[in-house]
C-alpha cells in the first residue's frame, strides 16, 4: 500500500500537485491543499509526476 504524507510547514500551496495528480490532491474552498493518504497504486505515475514538481519538496511517498 502506498502511503502520501504533505509536510504542511513546507508546503506553500504552489499547487503543483494538484495539476500533476489531481486523483489524489485538490485545493478546498479556502485554498488549502487536501489529498488522499492512501491513493490507488493506479496514480503512482501521476504521483512521482507530484514530488517530482513540487518546488519545496513537501511531498513525501511511502511503501508498505
Request: proline share 5%.
Amino acid at each position: 500500500m502506498m502511503r502520501v504524507a504533505v509536510d504542511k510547514a513546507l508546503c506553500q500551496t504552489h499547487a503543483q500537485c494538484v495539476f500533476a495528480a489531481p486523483e489524489v490532491f485538490s485545493l478546498d474552498e479556502d485554498d488549502e491543499l487536501v489529498y488522499d493518504a492512501t491513493p490507488d497504486a493506479a496514480d503512482q505515475r501521476a504521483l512521482d509526476e507530484a514530488v517530482r514538481v513540487c518546488p519545496v519538496q513537501a511531498i513525501v511517498v511511502d511503501w508498505d
